[in-house]
T-cell receptor, first 115, second 113 residues
Framework: GAGVSQTPSNKVTEKGKYVELRCDPI?????LYWYRQSLGQGPEFLIY????????DSGLPNDRFFAVRPEGSVSTLKIQRTERGDSAVYLC?????????????FGEGSRLTVL | QQQVKQSPQSLIVQKGGISIINCAYE??????FPWYQQFPGKGPALLIA?????SEKKEGRFTISFNKSAKQFSLHIMDSQPGDSATYFC????????????FGKGTKLTVNP
């Protein structure tokens, strides 16, 4: 498919464990975003990449959260020492270039459950 | 601080009726106001968007009304259909080089046949 791909679609882990969530953006999209969506809430911004660098990581809740995009395409969101409050759907989105159309193309998300 | 306030939280309309969802924002630097539609188990998808240089934008059955002085905007869905049943999010951003969107909390719309 040509859309944003996220894996895994579901992840169940135990408190204190480490998890990685992967995002494969639409080919050619230079901007990549991570959002977190808690139950019954709107998506909440976490981090934005332009190319390989994190242009804005102001939404990361604490230093347990980290994201990389080493080659300017696929991105991985990493969560250390998971807590029950981290349970949410983690959405990845991409766009062709910042400040152009304004549209974000979202993946279907990775649902994280921390027991 | 919630920068975009959305109401109602849920909405039930009959097929053929008009659905109206309202949003208010606080940051006057915002200059892009999209509405996203989300079906269960899917990611949000752009429905329609407006910039503050116009007061209204219409695309098919969907219309955004924008009131810059009141810092409010709304989505109107005409002739609502059961297939429109979804959660709708308003959002806002300032186009300073990114599409960093601030979302409302969402409105769950149910259109009864």
């Amino acid at each position: 498919g040509a859309g944003v791909s996220q894996t895994p679609s579901n992840k169940v882990t135990e408190k204190g464990k480490y998890v990685e969530l992967r995002c494969d953006p639409i080919s050619g999209h230079t901007a990549l975003y991570w959002y977190r969506q808690s139950l019954g809430q709107g998506p909440e911004f976490l981090i934005y990449f332009q190319g390989t660098g994190a242009a804005d990581d102001s939404g990361l809740p604490n230093d347990r959260f980290f994201a990389v995009r080493p080659e300017g395409s696929v991105s991985t969101l990493k969560i250390q020492r998971t807590e029950r409050g981290d349970s949410a759907v983690y959405l990845c989105a991409s766009s062709p270039a910042p400040g152009t159309t304004g549209e974000l193309f979202f993946g279907e998300g990775s649902r994280l459950t921390v027991l | 601080q919630q920068q975009v306030k959305q109401s109602p939280q849920s909405l039930i309309v009959q097929k053929g009726g008009i659905s109206i969802i309202n949003c208010a924002y606080e940051n006057t630097a915002f200059d892009y106001f999209p509405w996203y539609q989300q079906f269960p188990g899917k990611g949000p998808a752009l429905l329609i968007a407006i910039r503050p240089d116009v007061s209204e934008k219409k695309e098919g059955r969907f219309t955004i009304s924008f009131n810059k002085s009141a810092k409010q905007f709304s989505l109107h869905i005409m002739d609502s259909q059961p297939g429109d049943s979804a959660t709708y999010f308003c959002a806002a951003s300032y186009q300073g080089g990114s599409e960093k969107l601030v979302f409302g909390k969402g409105t769950k719309l149910t259109v009864n046949p």
